[in-house]
């Protein structure tokens, strides 16, 4: 039966119940000394009587309650049913937002190249013990790391301004690195992934562009320190 069906017939039923069943031994017979009405008959009893026995009208009343249930169950279900339907049209496009967003973190956070800046200490262990600054470095290099430390706590005093910190980085790389690069204030430019020694490589790509890295990177070539341009 449809939704509209049931609704209507509760409705009948709510303003023009139907005679509700006669309890057992009772039977209705027409009148004869009153034509036009009926009176009830106990055929167990033998009791006559003109109003209707009321035993079960109790039934009637839940027969209409449980019709009602019924019907605002069957309502409650079409309408739950019909948000489903709707709802997996929402969801592709919710599904769409997050892979494109979830596409474009992994651009961010795996660049092709990155373009740094970088401090090299060089000490007797490195593979080349010599630079532009000394032809033979004999610093240990627990002694090259105490003086990137140094450098790295004037760093951190300007750390909060981005140009303070890069125009820093720059005269200290030029007049304290080992590596060539001092000339251009430490910039060793763009590379991408298996150009530069692994843990340098690694220390490059995992910062933000404007972050210096906070702990010191260990190469064969040395001890750096390193802040991404781009």
């Not at 069943?21 to 009587?49: C, V």
């Not at 140094?150 to 590596?179: H, Q, W, Y």
Request: aromatic share 6%; net charge positive; proline share 6%.
């Amino acid at each position: 039966m449809s939704e509209e069906n049931q609704e209507s017939t509760l409705a009948i039923l709510q303003t023009n119940p139907p005679p509700p069943p006669l309890p057992d031994g009772w039977i209705m017979h027409t009148s004869k000394s009153q034509p036009g009405y009926a009176y009830y008959f106990n055929q167990f009893t033998g009791e006559k009587r003109w109003d209707l026995p009321i035993a079960n009208l109790e039934g009637l009343a839940d027969a209409i309650q449980s019709l009602t249930e019924k019907t605002q169950n069957e309502s409650s279900t079409h309408v739950e049913e019909s948000k489903k339907k709707s709802s997996p049209q929402k969801r592709p496009r919710e599904e769409e937002k997050r892979s494109s967003s979830g596409v474009h973190e992994k651009k961010r956070s795996k660049p092709e190249q990155v373009r740094v800046l970088h401090i090299l200490k060089k000490h007797n262990k490195s593979r080349r013990p010599s630079s532009w600054r000394a032809k033979k470095i004999t610093i240990s290099k627990e002694e090259a790391i105490e003086e990137l430390n140094e450098m790295i706590e004037i760093l951190n005093d300007v750390k909060g301004d981005p140009k303070e910190l890069r125009a820093t980085f720059e005269e200290l790389a030029k007049t304290e690195s080992d590596c060539t690069s001092a000339k251009r204030g430490g910039d060793v430019g763009f590379f991408g992934r298996k150009k530069m020694q692994p843990n340098f490589e690694k220390a490059s790509f995992a910062l933000h562009v404007g972050e210096m890295t906070s702990k010191i990177v260990e190469t064969s070539s040395g001890v750096h320190i390193i802040l991404r341009l781009g």
